[in-house]
């Protein structure tokens, strides 16, 4: 699939926001803590994956009802649902000058159409070097899931969720500059993230 990212200008993959707020001292420690760790910022766009995907659990399997909203307070809470994972990886990138933006698909909640649907969050990153804009998901991989970055084939994409069209699941392939709106509401709106995980995601784009 083609990527298209919303902004031509890859300064704007760069900003700052309320919710990636990469200026809170917990995200400028851990991205420098990371950082010292890489090779240089391909490694470190892999350090920074592997934490999130890794280091910070999913709300839903560890069967937590906090709503988390922001980059930094993942980090603290060390919890969050997809769309609050990838504010913080958005963060960590952005904090090291490295392009993230968000990408979604649409999928099932559970394995059938008839669970209903929700959007799934993941990031879109620009490899400089690469000159390649690519997705990664750091959800979480648990239950069969297998979500990897390929640092040295990172064209090779491998997400949590290959959509499945029979199901009228897909991918969106815009990558947006913020999270889209829809999804804010729904982490806005919400006090229960379990409640929220299972009636009120939003259903499409």
Known sequence: MKLIPKSKNLEDYLKESPYVDY??????????SLYRLSENKLDYTERAFLFVRDAIDHSWDIQSH???????????AGEGICYAKAMLLAALLRRKGIPAGFCYQRLTIGDTPDTGYCIH???GVYLE?????????ARGNTLGKNAQF????????HLAFPVRPEYDERDYPEIYVSSVPATIKALVRNQDALDMILHGLPESL
């Open 150 to 157: 390929n640092k040295a084939h990172p064209e090779r994409e």
């Open 23 to 32: 200026s809170d001292h917990t995200v400028v420690d851990k991205s420098e």
């Open 129 to 137: 070097t690469e000159k390649l804009w690519i997705r990664i998901d």
């Open 121 to 123: 969050c993941l990031n």
């Open 66 to 76: 906090r709503v988390i909203r922001t980059a930094s307070e993942v980090l603290k």
